[in-house]
């Protein structure tokens, strides 16, 4: 396969535990984007890399989210003192980059649930 | 800040009737507006993009309008199918997207 994974599909954690979800891109993508998706909702952007930077981070972003593309390939996410509205889809993207965008492309999701 | 409204939130259609999403965008520096549709429990999936060099694009049943005057674009599915049933999301950006909030779409048979 491909496409863009996941890893965990699904993650139970008990509130205040921290947590690491990871996104391995299609191969030849530079960018990738994280969003979470909350039930009846769009998708709602989180941060992006091109290559290794982080360019762009969600000013509604909690600083317990941290997020990083060590070698330019794959991204973790990581969720310090999770609370309970933490509870959501996220979702990992990767595209060339180029302007205007190309097609994102999505990976499965991790689905967070905090107890 | 940068902002997409989607109408309506629910659309119900009779099978090979037209269904039409409409989208507008605050961000006049957005030049990328993608469709995607999303079935219950999987990844939301491209089903047509439009460029803001562009009016119109159509790909078989499906075509999108831009109007970058008016900050609107719409989405219009013609001879619906029961499988075209699913959420559809409109997105605009040109670096990172902003979704809008979706629409859910039922074909009846």
């Known amino acids: 396969d491909t496409g863009v994974s996941q890893d965990p599909r699904h993650k139970i954690t008990k509130r205040g535990q921290n947590v690491t979800f990871r996104c391995d891109p299609i191969?030849?993508?530079?960018?990738l984007y994280w969003y979470r998706q909350t039930l009846g909702q769009g998708p709602e952007f989180l941060t992006y890399?091109?290559?290794?930077?982080?360019?762009?981070k969600s000013r509604l972003l909690s600083d317990r989210f941290s997020a990083e593309r060590p070698k330019g390939s794959f991204s973790t996410l990581e969720i310090q003192r999770t609370e309970q509205g933490d509870s959501a889809m996220y979702l990992c993207?990767?595209?060339?980059?180029?302007?205007?965008?190309?097609?994102?492309?999505f990976g499965p999701g991790t689905r967070l649930t905090v107890t | 800040g940068e902002n997409v409204e989607q109408h309506p939130s629910t659309l119900s259609v009779q099978e090979g009737d037209s269904a039409v999403i409409k989208c507008t965008y605050s961000d006049s520096a957005s030049n990328y507006f993608p469709w995607y549709k999303q079935e219950l429990g999987k990844r939301p999936q491209l089903i047509i993009d439009?460029?803001?060099?562009?009016g119109e694009k159509k790909d078989q049943r499906i075509a999108v309008t831009l109007n970058k005057t008016a900050k609107h674009f719409s989405l219009h599915i013609t001879e619906t199918q029961p499988e075209d049933s699913a959420v559809y999301f409109c997105?605009?950006?040109?670096?990172?997207?902003?979704f809008g909030q979706g629409t859910r779409l039922t074909i009846n048979p």
């Open positions: 993207a990767s595209t060339f980059s180029g302007t205007p965008l190309y097609e994102q492309y």
């Open positions: 191969s030849e993508h530079n960018r």
């Open positions: 997105a605009a950006g040109a670096q990172k997207l902003v």
């Open positions: 890399f091109q290559n290794e930077a982080q360019l762009e």
């Open positions: 439009i460029r803001s060099n562009v």
